[in-house]
T-cell receptor, first 118, second 113 residues
Framework: AQKVTQAQTEISVVEKEDVTLDCVYE???????LFWYKQPPSGELVFLIR??????QNEISGRYSWNFQKSTSSFNFTITASQVVDSAVYFC???????????????FGTGTRLTIIP | DAGVTQSPTHLIKTRGQHVTLRCSPI?????VSWYQQVLGQGPQFIFQ???????GRGNFPDRFSARQFPNYSSELNVNALLLGDSALYLC????????????FGNGTRLTVT
């Protein structure tokens, strides 16, 4: 069975500090996809990134970067120079690539509530 | 282009009642999925529909049902509501392909009293 663990329930940092959100996953599949979503107070889940299991390259998008390490089953997310607008709940998610569902059946972690203090 | 739209935004029901939630996917998307998000938890998969056929079902009782219409919009129905059904119900649309991400709506906040 698939499982995603986000051990950090809540994190608070002062604006402009860097912050890393941890994600550890479990799956028996050799092919799978990992995702990060942001959920602001409005409730909508905003897609941030998708990574397939064969691509272990780290990715950077502006102030956001992701570190995928298959050896430790981790897919961590770092925000550099945090801003108040980054305050939200962040979810890591996993999907099986070979299932009948395509990318539609996601297994989510319990989320990390990030608060950026001005 | 409009994103995923869900209605209603909020809903209050009494135990034992029935509820219908609605979702319109992004134009061109043929897949709709439903997720339940209990307060403080991550979303849990309920259903996926693609081209009007059910492609998957999560670990939810038969009180939960859904359907997809020819225009790819979808309804989620829940019968015999329980207090534990109180949650944010999220709809997501996608293209049903591995290389396309899901796009979520703002959700329907259901409160069962």
């Amino acid at each position: 069975a698939q499982k995603v663990t986000q051990a950090q329930t809540e994190i608070s940092v002062v604006e402009k500090e860097d912050v890393t959100l941890d994600c550890v996953y479990e799956t028996r599949d050799t092919t799978y996809y990992l995702f990060w979503y942001k959920q602001p107070p409005s409730g909508e889940l905003v897609f941030l990134i998708r990574r397939n299991s064969f691509d272990e390259q780290n990715e950077i998008s502006g102030r956001y970067s992701w570190n995928f390490q298959k050896s430790t089953s981790s897919f961590n997310f770092t925000i550099t120079a945090s801003q108040v607008v980054d305050s939200a709940v962040y979810f890591c998610a996993l999907s099986e690539a070979e299932s009948n569902f395509g990318n539609e059946k996601l297994t989510f972690g319990t989320g990390t509530r990030l608060t950026i203090i001005p | 282009d409009a994103g995923v739209t869900q209605s209603p935004t909020h809903l209050i029901k009494t135990r034992g009642q029935h509820v219908t939630l609605r979702c319109s996917p992004i134009s061109g998307h043929k897949s709709v999925s439903w997720y339940q998000q209990v307060l403080g938890q991550g979303p849990q998969f309920i259903f996926q529909y693609y081209e009007k056929e059910e492609r998957g079902r999560g670990n939810f009782p038969d009180r939960f049902s859904a359907r997809q219409f020819p225009n790819y919009s979808s309804e989620l129905n829940v019968n015999a509501l329980l207090l534990g059904d109180s949650a944010l119900y999220l709809c997501a649309s996608g293209q049903g392909r591995h290389n396309s991400p899901l796009h979520f709506g703002n959700g329907t906040r259901l409160t069962v009293t």
